[in-house]
């Protein structure tokens, strides 16, 4: 079992800036998969970016540039620095651990999430 905590959604004005954590614990295995996911009210849920136990970070072209995926061993965090924000960035943001090197995964699991929401 891992658990997954998110925080630092809030609000934010357009342009501005949020960074997310996800401090994670339980049973990480050695290979895995940190991700951040969101879904906005009546869209499918989307990644927005993830890292491998390996330090590689991948990101969709909605947020390339503007979004960073960065994580700290020693505290067992990821975080998600968001940069240039968007009303479209507006969502419920989740994180999510998958062992291995795909998601989905055997051990698959979600943070409760947190709510970033991007308006003037």
């Known amino acids: 079992q891992v658990q997954l905590v998110e925080s630092g959604g809030g609000l934010v004005q357009p342009g501005g800036s949020l960074r997310l954590s996800c401090a994670f614990s339980?049973?990480?295995?050695?290979?895995?998969?940190l991700g951040w996911y969101r879904q906005a009210p009546g869209k499918q849920r989307e990644l927005v970016a993830d890292i491998t136990s390996g330090g590689i970070a991948d990101y969709p072209d909605s947020v390339k540039g503007r979004f960073t995926i960065s994580r700290d061993n020693a505290k067992n965090t990821v975080y998600l620095q968001m940069n240039s924000l968007r009303p479209e960035d507006t969502a419920v943001y989740h994180c999510?651990?998958?062992?291995?090197?795909?998601?989905?995964?055997?051990?698959?699991?979600w943070g409760q999430g947190t709510q970033v929401t991007v308006s003037s």
């Open positions: 999510r651990y998958c062992s291995g090197f795909a998601c989905p995964a055997t051990y698959d699991y």
């Open positions: 339980g049973g990480i295995s050695r290979f895995y998969i």
